[in-house]
């Protein structure tokens, strides 16, 4: 499982680190998802799920990691993600009056892909990234250098959830907490392996974002479908009844007083917060590299734009107005704050870039210490 080796597409990568073969690497990839759904609130995250045409293009993206290391003289050299919910069971259960149900349940069918499997999907990204599709989809890789005493972090506690009683390798599920052994998500399972290594400990916390929902909004439809486990939080709720996907969209997703209802919390990892992270390492290149690359980086501020339209309506003013919010340092405080953190993990770090089928890569490594530290 730690000795699959890497996807083909990815072997110009491999190379170029392999030149120094004694360093240790870990490779976080994110695969952009289709629409930015705003994750601050229930309703901005509703608001951004009635966006036209959100259900026929929609893709969630995707996360992945790899590592290239060298522990104890032997070779640990991977790249996975974490998958599962494979017949699109949420579309299901939302079509069937489950409502909020389908997103919080634990789908059993989970499993850590394959490199293999991992490039035949890079294929058809590739295919469809020089096309002319409307569903192209951006992808970006940020590679760290890391400790050979994180690699075995690493590589331990991949051993530990493939053997773990509790078979989190099966649950996937965004109510799930990885450090608990309980499952993940691929973004949340990711995070949770970066945890492991020198420097990236609180990254989990920083992606992370907390909402709570009204019990209302957790139907209890028909036709279950197969590997689908209900939360026994959910179960406990009472009065459940099946909910429309139209009386879903139409209901206030904010929080309820105890006078009214219950409230379910969640705490999910933000993808978009995480594509903000990855987005400062690369700034900060194109930031110290203006002149030679000023072509390269309107390209990428372009692929990678990530905002959306809010809607918002005073009590003076009967239309309501639209305001296009990029996510940036300044979209609220957790932007800000995983700003600094990113900054902080590129003190005394040396940053080179490349880009394979025109997916870009930036590789941030342990500057020698005759030369002066990044700032």
Not at 16 to 37: A, G, H, M
Not at 241 to 261: H, N, Q, V, Y
Request: with cysteine; proline share 5%.
């Amino acid at each position: 499982m730690t000795q699959l080796g890497w996807p083909s597409s990815f072997a110009e990568l491999y190379h170029r680190l392999d030149q120094n073969p004694e360093k240790n690497y870990v490779l976080v990839t994110t695969l952009f998802p289709t629409k930015v759904i705003d994750f601050r609130s229930g309703n901005g995250m509703r608001d951004s799920i009635n966006q036209l045409h959100f259900h026929k293009d929609y893709h969630p993206g995707h996360q992945m990691i790899g590592w290239k290391c060298r522990v104890n003289g032997i070779n640990h050299t991977s790249f996975t993600g974490f998958n599962g919910e494979t017949k699109n069971q949420i579309r299901q259960m939302m079509n069937s009056g489950w409502g909020l149900t389908s997103m919080l349940v634990t789908y059993t069918d989970g499993y850590m892909e394959h490199p293999g499997h991992l490039e035949n999907r890079f294929q058809e990204l590739v295919t469809e990234f020089e096309s002319d599709s409307k569903n192209k989809q951006f992808m970006i890789s940020t590679v760290f250098e890391i400790a050979e005493e994180d690699c075995i972090n690493l590589v331990n506690e991949i051993h530990n959830y493939a053997s773990h009683p509790q078979a989190p390798l099966e649950n996937f599920s965004m109510m799930a907490k990885p450090d608990e052994y309980q499952g993940a998500v691929c973004n949340s399972f990711v995070f949770h392996l970066l945890s492991q290594i020198s420097g990236f400990e609180s990254l989990p916390s920083q992606v992370q974002r907390n909402l709570i929902f009204p019990d209302h909004l957790f139907g209890r439809g028909q036709n279950l479908p197969e590997n689908v486990n209900i939360p026994d939080q959910i179960k406990a709720l009472n009065k459940r009844k099946a909910i429309s996907l139209l009386g879903l969209i139409a209901s206030d997703w904010s929080p309820t007083t105890a006078e009214f209802g219950k409230n379910i919390e969640m705490n999910l990892t933000d993808p978009e917060l995480v594509i903000f992270w990855q987005k400062i390492f690369f700034q900060s290149y194109f930031d110290t590299n203006k002149d030679s690359l000023k072509h390269e980086r309107k390209w990428f501020k372009q692929q990678s734009r990530r905002g959306f339209w809010e809607r918002t309506q005073s009590h003076y003013e009967p239309a309501s107005t639209q305001t296009y919010l990029e996510i940036d340092s300044k979209f609220d405080s957790m932007t800000e704050k995983l700003s600094k953190t990113a900054l902080e993990q590129l003190s005394g770090k040396t940053l080179s870039y490349l880009k394979i089928h025109q997916f870009p890569i930036l590789i941030i490594e342990k500057k020698p210490t005759n030369q002066r530290s990044f700032k």
